[in-house]
T-cell receptor, first 116, second 109 residues
Framework: EAQVTQNPRYLITVTGKKLTVTCSQN?????MSWYRQDPGLGLRQIYY???????DKGDVPEGYKVSRKEKRNFPLILESPSPNQTSLYFC???????????????FGPGTRLTVL | DAKTTQPNSMESNEEEPVHLPCNHS???????IHWYRQLPSQGPEYVIH???SNVNNRMASLAIAEDRKSSTLILHRATLRDAAVYYC??????????FGPGTRLSVLP
């Protein structure tokens, strides 16, 4: 089944403890992206990647890192999480995006992160 | 980034058409207009997108004004399952994909 998977789905952690949220897609998509969703602020883009080894900052990149070593995976890394990173995180992928032609984005189920 | 303006909420009756407006007066020539929706407790779901011409797919129609300063998402027959937050988004090549607060659509049986 074509899908975007995220792990873990739920995570409670403490301030300063490094964590990684994984995102994987099995559709051979070039474009991948991370968003966070907060009440009253809607969905905001953190980072996006047009293809392997190409990443760009989105609207709210501070405190996050990403890497795109393989086409299918786009992990989100929080080196030193803080309580203001408590949020619902979504990963998305698209066959192509941006410079060539926009196409639909497929979203993962979300990861609810709580940082104490 | 060019911004979009949508009504906070709208109501519709089941099985009737719904027209969801979006204003984007500062749209640039290379901005695509995208519509996504988010059902309760789910991730966003693609609805439709276009550049200049009206677009139709199995889910909806997108009507784009001639000057491209506004667009309308048309759901031809609303069902209870269409109750969701609908987002109108502009994005240029390689630019940020920015979701606004969207329109919360309620569908009444």
């Amino acid at each position: 089944e074509a899908q975007v998977t995220q792990n873990p789905r739920y995570l409670i952690t403490v301030t300063g403890k490094k964590l990684t949220v994984t995102c994987s897609q099995n559709m051979n998509h070039e474009y991948m992206s991370w968003y966070r969703q907060d009440p009253g602020l809607g969905l905001r883009q953190i980072y996006y990647s047009m293809n392997v080894e190409v990443t760009d900052k989105g609207d709210v990149p501070e405190g996050y890192k990403v890497s795109r070593k393989e086409k299918r995976n786009f992990p989100l890394i929080l080196e030193s999480p803080s309580p203001n990173q408590t949020s619902l995180y979504f990963c998305a992928s698209s066959p192509k995006g941006g410079r060539i032609l926009w196409d639909e984005q497929f979203f993962g189920p979300g990861t609810r992160l709580t940082v104490l | 980034d060019a911004k979009t303006t949508q009504p906070n909420s709208m109501e519709s009756n089941e099985e009737e058409p719904v027209h969801l407006p979006c204003n984007h007066s500062t749209i640039s020539g290379t901005d695509y207009i995208h519509w996504y929706r988010q059902l309760p407790s789910q991730g966003p779901e693609y609805v439709i997108h276009g550049l200049t011409s009206n677009v139709n797919n199995r889910m909806a129609s997108l009507a784009i004004a001639e000057d491209r300063k506004s667009s309308t998402l048309i759901l031809h027959r609303a069902t209870l399952r269409d109750a969701a937050v609908y987002y109108c988004i502009l994005s240029d090549y390689g630019q940020n994909f920015v979701f606004g607060p969207g329109t919360r659509l309620s569908v009444l049986p």
